[in-house]
């Protein structure tokens, strides 16, 4: 048993680095034609790695991955797919930026209560698509798509009617009020690593041993694998899609709070764009598994980090996107193919198995 | 209601829309916003659904095959930026030609995934969005930076637009030099009269301000209508969403029907894509679609995976953005049509004795009546926001109404499934 299980996790390592792989060949094509030097653009892009300042932004830029792939991989795990992580993640940066700034409490209880607003609202925004699901049967990649949208409009009217707040530093980025310092999370080394690292890991950490080591992780992978047979075993499985929205909508609340409470200690517009979606990506490449998305939460955030070093060259660092969706579309089809492989390996293994019974019989 | 239900879809648009006529008519004469059936606001209508209506045909042309498109979006935004070098290049039609074919290609890549490869139809769809906003982002900063008027996220201005024509006599368009007479817009200036200045509006939004590519756009549903219902082409490319087992004890060759749609569906995505880079506007900007694709794949759900729904759902959502673009006053009036069309709604349920369903469109048409009443203009957010909160709304109460094909989304692999 123990090696067919270090067997099947050296097949998915494999296959997640050969995905990545392409993903660097076919970029080199890309390169190639449109006239630049791919030998000399991967020698800039990893040269980075030796640069501590390029390896802490890449820690700083993996953090929220790690969450948002977290929140993402728990929805994976019961046949979910939450899309909705970012308009979940959206709603609830506002919500704890205004909560955060009207409350006074002592620094780590009041970093506390930021994370547990944040959880809230995001698992709010997320139990909408999840009661649209148990009780109406709407497709939860449809509604949180859509709900991704209304939390967009929602939160930027929201923010505009009601939160905003003077700038007192004469800057033009308009801002809710500053959160007091005693919310802010404390970077640590030289102040540039954010602290919020070492929650994501926790995160990571807590992911794995709620999936892989409870009772709940249990009925949770097994109604995801085949609902009905669980349901014979007396789990619910309308109840397991609420709880894993909520978990995932929970965890989708706290995708933002590096940048909140970490960086900018206020809520504006833009503020951590795009990292709910890209959590997606992450989840995908390390295949729901905590260990995976820690490397390629990693992965994608050295690439985001080191891609400014590109433009120094006269390449678009936005080749770092086409490597991301073609890594993504990459491991799903090596991942698909793999399956197969396996399916037909084993299918052929039992069939000599039978053959050599018969024979003995 | 039997009435209603022995007309065909097409006589059934016609009579929603003449009812919606009606409601407008009703509430532009209590509220002076006249502006919500000027003929202007009619052809801008047209204008900002297109978009929208090309992209949710992609949807009905996927779905119907059984593939799910997430990557609308994607396809779209291929179809901005090469629609905007071809305009740029050689002119708008070069523009829009180009885009369909590097749209259908990108479709081809999503069926290559879901079809040869059996990927989950969503996760495809999502590489292909993240695949389609990093190539035009590249391929930008590769071919516009430096250029004469281009930037990292804009094309240079295309060639040439589309002049706009108006149809001669209805709307004052002209025959060589001379302008023949306005009679529609003669009429719809009578705007003390019930519903008759409405529909000159209304016919004249339909021949007045118009480009060519709007035609072609709109003539696409009953094309796509035809082709899908009463051709042997149409009826297997339903039977691979509906059923593909059935299909292929009958030998229909569902993988490459799979192909063909895909590239159709990626052809129009990226169409609707190139109508906002060239006709729409004349420069292709990163982000332009907004999030159009999505909207699109709204109006699939929303006109139950049907042209002439597609066709309705697009005129729907695209009315307000159309009425905001216009003049930001007129939109609070449509609170006040949505507070009629939910009262219609209301006794429509009563009569099948649905008391809890009747409760809340009552309750629903008050709330939108005193916002009227309160508000004195409507955030735009709200206007962006409604496609999807519509959506929502009809996907949680009318899902029993709603027939998607019955296999899309579902992993099938041709030649195993007996």
Known sequence: MKSQRLQRMAVTSASSLLAVFVALCICAVVLLITGKDPIEAYRTLFGAAGDTKVLQGSLNRATPLMISAAAVAIGFKMNLFNIGVEGQMRVALLATAVAGAAVDLPAPLHILFCFIVAMATGAIWAGFAGWLKVKRGVNEVISTIMLNFVALSLVAWAFDSFFRAESTTGSVLVKTKELPTSAWFPDIVDRRLSGMFFIAVLVLILFYVLVWKTKFGFQLRASGANPGASRVTGVNPKRMVMISMLLSGALAGLVGMRALLGDVHAYQNNLAEQQGFNGIAVALLGRNHPLGIFISALLFGYLGEASGRLQLIDIPKEITTIMTGIIVLAVVIINEAVKRWDDRRIQHKAALALESVAVAA | MKFFKSLTTGQRTIALSLGFMLVLSIVRLFTNADDITSSGTISSTLRVATPILLAGLAGVWAERVGIVNIGIEGMMI?????????????????????????????????????????????????????????????????????????????????????????????????????????????????????????????????????????????????????????????????????????????????????????????????????????????????????????????????????????????????????????????????????????????????????????????????????????????????????????????????????????????????????
């Open chain 2, 78 to 418: 291929i179809g901005t930026w090469f629609g905007g070098y071809g305009a740029w290049k050689w002119g708008t039609w070069a523009g829009i030609a180009l885009a369909i074919v590097a749209g259908s290609l990108v479709g081809l890549l999503h069926a290559l995934a879901t079809v040869r490869f059996n990927v989950n139809h969503v996760v495809s769809g999502i590489a292909i969005n993240i695949l389609a906003a990093g190539t035009t982002e590249y391929l930008s900063i590769i071919f516009f930076k430096g250029q004469q008027g281009g930037g990292e996220s804009q094309s240079p201005a295309g060639k040439g637009g589309y002049g706009e024509f108006d149809m001669p006599f209805l709307s004052g368009g002209r025959i060589g030099s001379w302008r023949s007479p306005d009679i529609l817009g003669w009429i719809e200036k009578k705007n003390d009269l019930p519903l008759l200045p409405d529909l000159a509006g209304l016919l004249r939004g339909l021949v007045s301000d118009i480009y060519v590519p709007t035609i072609v756009a709109i003539s696409l549903v009953p094309i796509t209508a035809y082709v899908l219902w009463r051709t042997r082409f149409g009826l297997r490319v339903r039977s691979s969403g509906e059923s593909p087992q059935a299909g292929e004890s009958l030998g229909v060759p569902i993988n490459r029907l799979r192909y063909q749609a895909m590239a159709i569906s990626g052809g129009l995505a990226a169409f609707g894509g190139a109508y906002l880079s060239c006709v729409f506007t004349s420069t292709y900007r990163q982000g332009q679609t907004g999030g159009q694709g999505y909207i699109g794949l709204a109006t699939t759900i929303f006109g139950n995976w049907t042209p002439f729904g597609v066709f309705r759902g697009s005129i729907l959502f695209g009315f307000p953005s159309a009425l905001k673009f216009r003049d930001e006053k007129n939109v609070p009036a449509l609170l006040l049509v949505i507070a009629v069309i939910l009262i219609a709604l209301g006794i429509v349920s009563a009569m099948k004795n649905k008391q809890m369903l009747t409760m809340g469109l009552l309750i629903g048409a008050a709330i939108s009546a005193a916002t009227y009443f309160l508000v004195d203009e409507v955030p735009q957010e709200f206007v962006a926001a409604t496609p999807y909160i519509v959506t929502i709304l009809v996907l949680a109460g009318a899902q029993q109404q709603l027939r998607p094909p019955a296999y899309a989304g579902i992993a099938y692999r041709a030649g195993e499934n007996h």
